[in-house]
């Protein structure tokens, strides 16, 4: 089978975030078909579209996969409904989110899954974790880098500076 290089964005601000999104990358690592190799730090960020909620914890991730981008996108949705998702608001709160962001140099446009992501590029929560580990990473003939110059970081605040505190979060006990 084929292995693909997909990027991941991950965020919320309902319950205990940072620990949703650690378990998230720990389920999907845990899968035969994905393997987690990068993630950014850990990012704590004002809320974007919909300004009347509590801060956001968001990060990206790099994802190995022998998936195809739907199934990528079936994948990441399931671990969201396992998690408890739900859906009650466009950009309103919400205890995990997980988008893909890219697959390869792949565009698509189907009703289901845009690749890339359409809105990435004018988003800082989601360029600037990205750029930790992927700042030559080209969108639309640009590299998250140039993009990030452009966008809007105002109030982003690394909430954890180290890339394996997914990790970290994931091995510690519960309380």
Known sequence: MDEHLA????????????ASMARALVLLDGRADCAVTHVSKLYRTPPWGKIDQAWFF?????VRTTLSPDDLLDACLSIERQMKRERLERWGPRTIDIDVLTYDDLTQHSPTLEIPHPRMTE????????????????????SVADWLEDADIAGIEIADPRSDWWRQIAEKPAP
């Open 58 to 62: 968001n990060a990206c991730a790099a």
């Open 123 to 142: 988003r800082g929560f989601v360029l600037k974790p990205l750029a930790d580990f992927a700042p030559d990473l080209a969108i639309a003939g640009r």
């Open 7 to 18: 990027t991941l964005g991950l965020g919320g601000n309902i319950g205990d975030p940072a």
